[in-house]
């Protein structure tokens, strides 16, 4: 699985095309440096992932039933907009212009990179995300981070009653 990680300011041209940073560049593994998928995020921002990273999503999202309401209405609403990108030689990717208007992609732009993703945000609203800071981050990652702790501490002891038979 690819790690991603940074953050980068650009600009984005009068075209809808923003350049990969070299240093991000510089962390996608060969196969995946000139193929991305794109699509909408949960926020106001784009995400942009690695082409063998998208197949991973891909093949996730295929295993939902079209017979339950739910499952179609996500994958309608997470497909919504998403799109091939090739880099061109100059390193740009083309953002398409419905998910230019629906982040408000325009000048500034900040590509946050994490996990298997990027995340592309107008540097407005990306300031503006920030700034709404929890007025207590220290007790949000305690209840999300000791949440998952308990959720894999769960999962290996599963597996190893499992293991044993038990």
Known sequence: MT???GEYELKMDAKG???????????LPEADKDSFFINRGFEKCCVLYPAKEWKIIATEIDKLSD?????????RYFLRGASKLEMDAAS??????????????QGELVL???????????KAEYDKMLSEEPSDFSALAEEVMSKR??????????????????
């Open 3 to 5: 790690q991603l990680h």
């Open 112 to 122: 946050l990179a994490y996990g298997n993703k990027i995340e592309i945000w107008n």
């Open 67 to 75: 017979y339950i309401q739910k499952e179609r209405t996500f994958k």
């Open 17 to 27: 095309r923003l350049m990969i940073p070299t240093a991000l560049k510089k962390q």
């Open 92 to 105: 740009r990717i083309l953002i398409p212009k419905p998910l230019q208007e629906f982040a408000n992609l």
């Open 149 to 166: 702790k308990k959720e894999d501490e769960s999962s290996s002891a599963k597996a190893t009653e499992d293991k044993d038979g038990k």
